[in-house]
């Protein structure tokens, strides 16, 4: 029997959570407050899953960059491959919330969408 130790993340109470496997299934969970502490230990140790937040290139823009986040969570081994793509995505400003950055990022069907409108930058052409 395998045993696995995991702090959750769950709700803010951290706990530390035990989970016996065998065979590769989950057999039991220990240290778990609530409920969601034995959902999160069963999730992790069989298919760990991570939200990824970034920003991306706006041209054009008030700001150069608008921040951005995966709409669902993504298999935690493509978090390097989605942020290789992340560093090449350019969009023209203005954006808005909610406007799809990136679809289908690194192959897992989950867009990566923009949080925060960025408006077109109103700099004024020095005359010359």
Do not use: H, W
């Not at 502490?37 to 920003?55: C, D, F, I, L, W």
């Not at 954006?95 to 990136?102: I, M, R």
């Amino acid at each position: 029997m395998e045993e696995k130790e995991l702090t959750c993340i769950g709700c803010p109470m951290g706990c530390t959570l035990q989970v016996k496997l065998a065979e590769g299934a989950v057999t039991e969970v220990t240290g778990n407050i609530c409920s969601r502490g034995s959902a999160y230990a069963k999730k992790e140790v069989s298919n760990p899953t991570r939200t990824v937040t970034s920003t991306v290139r706006v041209e054009g823009g008030c700001f150069p960059v608008a921040p951005v986040r995966t709409k669902a969570d993504i298999p935690k081994g493509k978090i390097f491959e989605v942020m290789d793509a992340l560093k090449k995505v350019r969009l023209p400003a203005p954006v808005s919330a909610g406007d799809v950055a990136l679809q289908n990022a690194a192959g897992t069907g989950v867009d990566v969408v923009v949080t925060k409108e960025v408006r077109r930058s109103q700099a004024v052409e020095k005359p010359a």
